[in-house]
T-cell receptor, first 113, second 117 residues
Framework: EDQVTQSPEALRLQEGESSSLNCSYTVSGLRGLFWYRQDPGKGPEFLFTLYSAGEEKEKERLKATLTKKESFLHITAPKPEDSATYLCAVQARGQTGANNLFFGTGTRLTVIP | IAGITQAPTSQILAAGRRMTLRCTQDMRHNAMYWYRQDLGLGLRLIHYSNTAGTTGKGEVPDGYSVSRANTDDFPLTLASAVPSQTSVYFC????????????????FGQGTRLTVV
């Protein structure tokens, strides 16, 4: 069964304290892995797409990496404005189309000044 | 500003009533989706449309219907609302293309918070 698991569920960091969020997946062939940021009361905002193991993407203090079984979202020297819920989603092979996108339940990050 | 517009932003609805959530995009994306987001369950796909004129069922389609008359609009209808349909609903769109139908990143609207009482 296709599944996406994110850990930890919640993470509190001091400003400047670097850490990583994990997204583990079991899908019948991966087409792509997506990271999103979601602020309270807002829709998810796209951050990165990763397509193959070994790929890395960076944006400001965020860096996403991908292996054959998991992805990490590394946050370097976070600031309070990085506080949000970070969602991971995977697109599986099989049927083509939009119905093959599976979301994890997210990691709620709080960065304390 | 290009993007996805959802309406209403929030609604309180009596059980048994019919309700249509509206979604419009101006990015000319061919694929559109409706998700519901519930605490602890994440985003779950209700219905999707790969292109205008076609729709498909997602993970939790019961009690919902959709139509895709044109590229831009993808309304979601609750024929007879029940309390378990209390949730935050997100509309999204993406480009679907390539020889293998690979889906690119999805862009989301701001959501509709629906409470069924």
């Amino acid at each position: 069964e296709d599944q996406v698991t994110q850990s930890p569920e919640a993470l509190r960091l001091q400003e400047g304290e670097s850490s990583s969020l994990n997204c583990s997946y079991t899908v019948s062939g991966l087409r792509g892995l997506f990271w999103y940021r979601q602020d309270p009361g807002k829709g998810p905002e796209f951050l990165f797409t990763l397509y193959s193991a070994g790929e890395e993407k960076e944006k400001e203090r965020l860096k996403a990496t991908l292996t054959k079984k998991e992805s990490f979202l590394h946050i370097t020297a976070p600031k309070p404005e990085d506080s949000a819920t970070y969602l991971c989603a995977v697109q599986a092979r099989g049927q083509t189309g939009a119905n093959n996108l599976f979301f994890g339940t997210g990691t709620r990050l709080t960065v304390i000044p | 500003i290009a993007g996805i517009t959802q309406a209403p932003t929030s609604q309180i609805l009596a059980a048994g009533r019919r309700m249509t959530l509206r979604c419009t995009q101006d990015m000319r994306h061919n694929a559109m989706y409706w998700y519901r987001q519930d605490l602890g369950l994440g985003l779950r796909l209700i219905h999707y449309s790969n292109t205008a004129g076609t729709t498909g069922k997602g993970e939790v389609p019961d009690g919902y219907s959709v139509s895709r008359a044109n590229t831009d609009d993808f309304p979601l209808t609750l024929a007879s609302a029940v309390p378990s349909q209390t949730s935050v609903y997100f509309c999204a769109s993406s480009v679907q293309g390539g020889n293998r139908g690979q889906v690119t990143e999805a862009f989301f609207g701001q959501g509709t918070r629906l409470t069924v009482v």
